[in-house]
């Protein structure tokens, strides 16, 4: 039986896998760090020499992707109860929906945190800021449209694409960009942070400082 260690900061995108291994129920070793773990947790650089979270080791594998942790997790793990197969019909929906979660909605994310709260004063950039704020917004529509008369993304059930999705909503919120979702997506970040898993996932990092 291999050993799983997730190294997590509070409400990164470690979250993400930290949620699917909640509903998964596996057994794993939870590691967590103040951010930014380059500085504050010795010996990280070794582990992950990018320095950003998520990390999660299994045996002698490495992976730093939030999102490819949650696919990599359920199809290793073989978990059917929250993923799709590749031969059924949403297959590709379900992965493009994977995907798009962090390359399309938690991208314009990180533009803007960065330029409105993390560089020095001089550096700040609120035209990045304003543009990327446009780009995320044009970009959930989507959600809204898709949600329309259902209440997850693909297949008509709870499925990692919601986690990996969920997650770059539930941030939105954390960081008070979220004004301009509709009352699908309202609901459905209300569904999700309603989930055991994500109950249970939220409750391990309280205790870490707040880094948004």
Not at 85 to 109: C, I, K, M
Not at 201 to 212: E, G
Request: charged residues 25%; glycine residues 2%; hydrophobic residues 35%.
């Amino acid at each position: 039986m291999s050993t799983l260690t997730l190294y997590h900061c509070r409400d990164s995108r470690s979250l993400r896998p930290l949620w699917a291994l909640e509903e998964m129920k596996l057994d794993y070793q939870l590691i967590n760090m103040e951010f930014p773990p380059r500085f504050k947790f010795e010996g990280y650089l070794e582990i992950n020499p990018l320095g950003t979270v998520p990390t999660l080791t299994d045996d002698s594998l490495t992976l730093t992707e939030s999102t490819a942790i949650c696919q990599y997790l359920v199809e290793k793990y073989h978990d059917t109860n929250i993923s799709l197969s590749v031969e059924h019909p949403e297959y590709g929906n379900y992965l493009n929906w994977l995907h798009r979660s962090d390359a399309t909605f938690t991208f314009p994310q990180t533009l803007i945190l960065r330029y409105d709260r993390y560089e020095s004063p001089t550096r700040l950039q609120p035209q990045v800021v304003e543009d990327y704020q446009k780009w995320f917004n044009s970009r959930i529509r989507c959600i809204e449209t898709a949600l329309e008369n259902k209440d997850y993304l693909c297949a008509n059930k709870f499925t990692i694409a919601d986690i990996c999705v969920g997650y770059a909503l539930f941030l939105a919120k954390d960081i008070n960009i979220d004004d301009k979702f509709g009352p699908n997506t309202q609901a459905y970040l209300s569904r999700l942070t309603a989930r055991e898993g994500f109950k249970s996932a939220n409750a391990k990092q309280l205790h870490l400082a707040k880094i948004f």
